[in-house]
């Protein structure tokens, strides 16, 4: 296991997931802005932990296996909180949930069959929109006018449609490893 500077940036996420968890319930409005900015700090560090890796060459397996990880602990939790405090539709959070999931174990599975699945332009597109997301409907006050929780729900319409979509892109790349049996 190598601690590259980008490999302790990406552990710094995961520990930021307990910390938001419990700013999640600090009396309103302290929760609002301090799950958001830790969410900010931590979906920052999600595109900071990989620009480092690559100009620094520091890129490693284990921080590839690490990277996801983070990430999807991070955004189930958030959205998780999000639907337990009444901020974000059901419906949606379970279908980016379970696309994860599926996702996930399909990495895992093409990985036993020693096939790398490289993440998709429509998969990053779909965590950066998920990101603004979360932290739209974190916030879930208007700021200067603008109504943060109204563009946190379109922008979760749009990351749950961007999820199924890179979902299925990944599902259709699979498909002749599937016929391989």
Not at 32 to 41: D, G, K, L, N, W
Not at 121 to 138: N, P, R, S, Y
Not at 143 to 155: D, I, K, N, R, S
Not at 163 to 177: F, H, L, M, N, T
């Amino acid at each position: 296991m190598n601690w590259t500077l980008s490999n302790r940036i990406t552990a710094l996420r995961i520990v930021f997931v307990p910390l938001f968890v419990i700013a999640f319930f600090l009396p309103e409005p302290v929760s609002y802005y301090s799950t958001a900015i830790i969410f900010a700090i931590a979906g920052w560090s999600d595109w900071f932990d990989g620009y480092l890796a690559r100009t620094r060459n520091e890129v490693t397996s284990f921080g590839r296996f690490l990277d996801p990880v983070a990430d999807k602990l991070l955004v189930t939790t958030a959205l998780i909180l999000l639907v337990q405090g009444g901020y974000a539709n059901v419906v949606l959070v379970v279908i980016i949930v379970s696309r994860e999931v599926i996702v996930s174990a399909l990495r895992e599975w093409m990985a036993e069959r020693n096939v790398i699945v490289h993440v998709s332009q429509m998969g990053k597109w779909k965590t950066v929109v998920q990101m603004c997301a979360i932290e739209g409907l974190l916030i879930h006050v208007d700021v200067y006018g603008f109504p943060m929780h109204e563009a946190g729900t379109v922008l979760l319409w749009l990351a749950t449609a961007l999820s199924v979509w890179s979902g299925y892109e990944y599902i259709r790349g699979a498909i002749p490893e599937f016929k391989k049996g």
